[in-house]
């Protein structure tokens, strides 16, 4: 299949897959306990592509690990801005088929509703993994040409995200004096609660969420590791 043909079969599995997005809590926010961070990462070797995706647990309230688990493999769809998910979405699912804790909620290194169909990976993953989802992306996605405000230099400030008169997702600062982050709904959760939920696993140790950056941490080792 060519590229002009996958794009076109794609955005019709992006369009059907939104009509079935809600950005309401389809649970109570008092039974979430564990989140799951997931994140991928990528690799050439003889001009073939290889990524590996990293699942971290950890628990709420202690912050704590409990479960960690790795898939890797061959990519078999290239690189397509607005199309991300149909690259990563095998390998999320080769790792999450690894689970033994299944998490509440899981928490994206990407992004969600705030997407040019949105359909970011957070968003597009929900339907597969049968969970609410958040996208945290580290780096601002630029959609019509529109820019983000700057939060104040305060601990949880943050502002919308507004494009064609629709909140797609909120700037966050987590903690003061650092770059914010880009937060927006994956699906069954909403803004005010995604933003509850990234503020309750941040530590001084970085601006990210800690299930988001231990993933990230881990999908960069197990990327030397591989790749070796």
Known sequence: MNIGNMKEKFSEIQSELLGRVNLE????????????????AYWNRNEVS?????????????KEIIE???S?????????????????LPLILKAA???????????????????????????????????????VAKSYLKINNVDFTMPENIKGAYTDIIIDKEVYGRTLRTRKGVKPIFVSCGNWIDLDTSIEIVMKCVNDESRLPIPVRLADLETHKMRKQLSQ
């Open 68 to 70: 960690t688990v790795y």
């Open 72 to 88: 890797y493999g061959k990519v078999a769809v290239p690189y397509m801005p607005g199309f991300l998910a149909f690259r990563e």
């Open 97 to 135: 088929e690894k689970l033994k804790i299944i998490p509440d909620l899981y928490m994206f290194d990407g992004n969600g509703y705030l997407h040019y169909c949105h359909m970011g990976i957070a968003t597009h993953a929900s339907f597969f993994l049968d969970k609410p989802t958040i996208g």
């Open 25 to 40: 809590n389809n649970f109570n926010k008092e039974n979430i306990s564990t989140v799951g961070g997931v994140d991928i």
């Open 50 to 62: 290889y990524g590996t995706c990293s699942i971290v647990i950890i628990d709420l309230k202690t």
